[in-house]
Antibody
Framework: EVQLVESGGGLVQPGRSMKLSCAAS????????MAWVRQAPTKGLEWVATISYDGGGTYYRDSVKGRFTISRDNAKSTLYLQMNSLRSEDTATYYCTRDRYNSVYDYWGQGVMVTVSS | DIQMTQSPASLSASLEEIVTITCKASQGIDDYLSWYQQKPGKSPQLLIY???SLADGVPSRFSGSRSGRQYSLKIRRPQVDDSGIYYC?????????FGGGTKLELK
């Protein structure tokens, strides 16, 4: 059974940093691209970042470019999102997703809440 | 960025109807279109990919189609459990963009 379990969320002050993790199991992690998708409270879904199966390619939405870094450790089957210089508009539930191919997200984690507030 | 205009924003349907939700792309997306269902308090789930392909385990009452730049999700004889918010996603170009969502209530 495919499982994606996020961790690392919480309350953080504006301008500070936070790192999210996503532990994957039930599939060969190194064979798949992975992505983070977020959802602000009561809002819709928004793609944040994608990383290729081997970590060789990373892609970001403009609003997080230069502040967020997506990475992975295939030996640990774990995906990460390092978030720096956080802003109030980054407040959202962050979902770890498996990229089946061409940004089709066939499995999602349960989500982790990040609240950026003073 | 490609804009995905999803409609309606909400609808209430009976269990005997055919529910149709549409997404219109601001430019051609070559069928790189997927549909997701999100139930209250839960993570989204993949329903349809490549515009018309049913994801594993998804009931056959769900189907996807295209007409020009407009993509549709149809639910034949919906069940109460199909209540939730539905989103389309284009993955033709980066950034992938979601539609605004359709809240479906079954009565």
């Amino acid at each position: 059974e495919v499982q994606l379990v996020e961790s690392g969320g919480g309350l953080v002050q504006p301008g500070r940093s936070m790192k999210l993790s996503c532990a994957a199991s039930g599939f060969t992690f190194s064979n798949y691209g992975m992505a983070w998708v977020r959802q602000a409270p009561t809002k819709g879904l928004e793609w944040v970042a994608t990383i290729s199966y081997d970590g060789g390619g990373t892609y970001y939405r403009d609003s997080v470019k230069g502040r967020f870094t997506i990475s992975r450790d295939n030996a640990k089957s774990t995906l990460y999102l390092q978030m720096n210089s956080l802003r109030s508009e980054d407040t959202a539930t962050y979902y770890c997703t498996r990229d089946r191919y061409n940004s089709v997200y066939d499995y999602w984690g349960q989500g982790v809440m990040v609240t950026v507030s003073s | 960025d490609i804009q995905m205009t999803q409609s309606p924003a909400s609808l209430s349907a009976s269990l005997e109807e055919i529910v149709t939700i549409t997404c219109k792309a601001s430019q051609g997306i070559d069928d790189y279109l997927s549909w997701y269902q999100q139930k209250p308090g839960k993570s989204p789930q993949l329903l349809i990919y490549d515009a018309t392909s049913l994801a594993d385990g998804v009931p056959s009452r769900f189907s996807g189609s295209r007409s020009g730049r407009q993509y549709s999700l149809k639910i034949r004889r919906p069940q109460v459990d199909d209540s939730g918010i539905y989103y389309c996603l284009q993955s033709y170009s980066t950034p992938g963009t979601f539609g605004g969502g359709t809240k479906l209530e079954l009565k």
